[in-house]
């Protein structure tokens, strides 16, 4: 006896359909999505032929960008970007200078147990780890650049006082990334 529920998972993408009288031949087709507030959350190209088109919208942010790290690939565990929250979103097609705009509204779950006010506190967490994320990259993507163009000078310095505090430079900046992310592989 199986109890366990057996059967095809639905995509976590909200389903844009459009329909064309005659294939769009010239200049962009695509599909815009903004939330409540009007900013552009992402653009999706359209498909171009005649009649009935579809087109996944994955309702998430992009996957943050990772700093780099030993004994990780760069995305390696990014597959996925936030899940946008509940509410209003406008979907606007434009097809050359042509444009057509509708909604979807994105609810919760009706069997959820979580008030609208913890859903929104959870986002809003997400949120601002998603953002701590990429400022964790930048800080550590520019440390290494850093890093990286201080030893380009050391090694092209004729000076062995400038060497020697280029080759410094580059010690302290590789002991402050390591306080950041893995440097060596069982790190």
């Given at each position: 006896?199986?109890?366990?529920?057996?059967?095809?998972?639905?995509?976590?993408?909200?389903?844009?359909?459009?329909?064309?009288?005659?294939r769009h031949i010239f200049g962009d087709l695509k599909i815009d999505v903004a939330d409540e507030k009007g900013n552009l959350l992402t653009s999706i190209q359209g498909d171009k032929r005649k009649g009935l088109n579809r087109v996944q919208w994955p309702e998430r942010a992009r996957p943050p960008k990772m700093p780099p790290a030993a004994g990780l690939v760069q995305n390696e565990f990014a597959f996925y970007g936030p899940q946008v929250s509940e509410g209003t979103y406008t979907i606007k097609v434009t097809k050359g200078s042509v444009s057509y705009s509708s909604e979807i509204k994105l609810v919760p779950d009706p069997r959820t147990k979580s008030t609208a006010g913890d859903r929104a506190l959870q986002h809003k967490t997400v949120m601002q780890l998603y953002d701590m994320?990429?400022?964790?990259?930048?800080?550590?993507?520019?440390?290494?650049?850093?890093?990286?163009?201080?030893?380009?000078?050391?090694?092209?310095?004729?000076?062995?006082?400038?060497?020697?505090?280029?080759?410094?430079?580059?010690?302290?900046?590789?002991?402050?990334?390591?306080?950041?992310?893995?440097?060596?592989?069982?790190?």
């Open positions: 006896m199986l109890t366990e529920f057996s059967g095809r998972t639905l995509p976590e993408a909200a389903a844009i359909v459009y329909y064309q009288k005659k994320l990429g400022q964790l990259t930048f800080i550590v993507d520019s440390t290494n650049d850093l890093r990286d163009q201080a030893r380009q000078r050391a090694a092209s310095a004729t000076d062995n006082g400038w060497k020697d505090q280029l080759n410094g430079l580059v010690q302290k900046l590789e002991d402050f990334r390591s306080t950041l992310v893995s440097v060596k592989r069982a790190g």
